[in-house]
């Protein structure tokens, strides 16, 4: 199951569903350049993605301005309520933040303060046009997608229980199918809102005071005063060289930093020797994971809490050390076992006609965030507070007003400077997996951004907010893979051949002629647009 890959010369658009490319294209066409292209494309997402995204969660930009011939990013993950602490559980009796319902959505929303910096900086277009797809879509709706259909079923019982979302997702007592109509009349008026009054209507003005309101009337933690001083920030991108390329990827909070390791370690190794759908190159991978992932759940965190010790996990020295450690067993499986991670996300890239490049990742945490709507916003809000600890030797501690470790990693790889790639996937623990598995299928096996994104899959570890410690691999490989992988102590399970375990990656490829090449994973419902 191969998606056709298109190919054009000016402009690029991929994301993980059809109706988002659309109004990326649209926007475009319209005079707006890259950046103007990925808000518009992140609203849209919140609407006809809804239970993997929207404005009630967070989102991740790296960014290219070809004018200033510069990398930069924008962190747009939200901070943990003021009064936030292990205290407040520890006295209703918990142990652990729950993962969904009132006490899970305790982040400050992030997203649409990174659509008003971003545009602010880089926009060319009137804010208000960016969202209008995004309104027409909630206002008027939109045919429910395979994939949105597979998460309400799922997650039926969520939906059942409040009053909000069953009267969204359901009629006459039953779930909406595929292809039926989905209508978001509330979430139209608060983006309706947001394009009047900008980002103002969500941190000061109306939709916050709405949506604070009804947190408060049931019983949250969030108030006025954690959005009138929220505001995302602007960061350096991270980055390391490979086979003479060099790979971008946001600094912590984000675990994008664990990527750049993974393939720190891979070069001590010639990876195209390996032959890709070998027990070895899936054994080999899923332990330069493992190594990174050790060091990622000892450290990861707000780097404002603190401190991360990014120049040495980053140097080639202890890369060489690591890639060691894996050669003095060669063939036998390590143990590692990592937290439970959601995986609702939402990935997409742009680049126009002028170079511009924009490569950015959204989320809700879990499928329906907390499954919690205050009121009559129309917002889902995330659920990504109840990743925190509450044990106070972690890194990753509940604090008042502190990001979590965050799963968002959207990539970009360049050469000579220029951006060549731009990748990225839903997926939660799978990110930075399927971003190796991208990242050595272009560089090392050298296929298309299509042939790559398709694939056979892994994921190893706990995921989608299910305990495990499994290698995870979609079965379209020889059994005998299975069967060494077993025997070298891997656990392994295989799953569908195309499973959305996997999550789904979109990409762009700007080659050596100038044409662009994008490509949306067989395993969503996206679509890559270009000419």
């Not at 879509?137 to 949105?148: D, H, T």
Request: negative net charge; charged residues 20%.
């Amino acid at each position: 199951m191969l998606n056709i890959m298109p190919r054009a010369e000016h402009v690029m658009v991929a994301t993980p569903h059809y109706l988002a490319s659309s109004v990326g294209s649209g926007i475009l066409q319209q005079g707006g350049n890259a950046f103007d292209s990925a808000i518009a494309i992140s609203a849209a997402l919140g609407v006809v993605y809804p239970h993997m995204t929207g404005i009630g969660g967070d989102a991740f930009f790296l960014m290219y301005d070809a004018a200033t011939d510069t990398y930069t990013g924008f962190n747009g993950s939200g901070k943990s309520a003021a009064q936030a602490t292990p205290d407040f559980y520890r006295t209703k009796g918990l142990q652990a933040i729950p993962q969904r319902g009132i006490l899970s959505a305790i982040t400050v929303p992030g997203m649409v303060d990174a659509w008003w910096q971003v545009w602010e900086k880089y926009g060319r277009l009137p804010w208000e046009k960016l969202l209008e797809p995004a309104i027409a879509y909630a206002e008027k709706g939109f045919p429910i997608s395979r994939n949105l259909r597979f998460w309400m079923k799922k997650d039926e019982a969520f939906i059942r229980a409040s009053e909000q979302l069953s009267a969204l997702y359901m009629a006459s007592g039953e779930l909406l199918k595929e292809g039926d109509r989905l209508v978001q009349k509330e979430l139209a008026e608060t983006l309706r809102r947001i394009a009047r009054d900008g980002r103002d209507a969500f941190y000061k003005g109306a939709v916050m005071k709405n949506v604070v309101e009804s947190i408060q009337q049931d019983g949250g933690l969030l108030q006025e005063e954690d959005f009138q001083r929220y505001a995302g920030e602007w960061v350096k991108p991270l980055s390391t060289t490979y086979r003479g390329y060099d790979i971008y990827q946001m600094p912590p909070n984000s675990q994008g930093f664990t990527a750049l390791m993974m393939m720190n370690m891979l070069e001590h190794i010639e990876v195209s020797a390996i032959p890709r759908a070998s027990a070895n190159f899936y054994h080999i991978m899923s332990e330069v994971i493992k190594k990174a992932f050790k060091d990622r759940d000892l450290y990861l965190t707000d780097p404002h809490f603190r401190e991360i010790p990014l120049e040495r996990l980053l140097s080639k020295a202890y890369a060489k050390e690591l890639w060691q450690t894996i050669q003095e067993e060669p063939f036998k499986a390590s143990e590692h076992l990592s937290p439970a991670i959601g995986q609702d996300t939402a990935y997409a890239a742009v680049v126009d006609e002028e170079g511009n490049s924009v490569s950015f990742i959204q989320s809700l945490y879990f499928d329906f965030g907390a499954a919690y709507v205050p009121g009559d916003s129309g917002i889902i809000l995330q659920n990504r507070g109840s990743f925190f600890s509450l044990d106070p030797a972690c890194a990753n501690v509940l604090e008042p007003q502190k990001r979590s470790f965050h799963t968002l990693m959207p990539a970009m790889v360049g050469k000579a400077g220029k951006p060549c790639m731009l990748f990225g996937t839903q997926g939660g623990e799978g990110q930075p997996q399927t971003q190796l598995s991208i990242l050595t299928g272009v560089l090392d096996y050298g296929l298309s951004i299509q042939e790559a994104i398709s694939l056979p899959r892994w994921v190893y570890g706990r995921t989608w907010g299910e305990d495990g410690d499994a290698l995870k691999l979609e079965h379209r490989l020889d059994d005998q893979v299975y069967a060494r992988l077993k025997r070298w102590g891997h656990q392994v399970e295989p799953v569908n051949p195309w499973d959305g375990i996997m999550g789904q990656a979109q990409g762009i490829v700007l080659d050596e002629h100038g044409f662009l090449s994008g490509a949306a994973d067989p395993r969503g419902d996206g679509l890559a647009i270009g000419w």
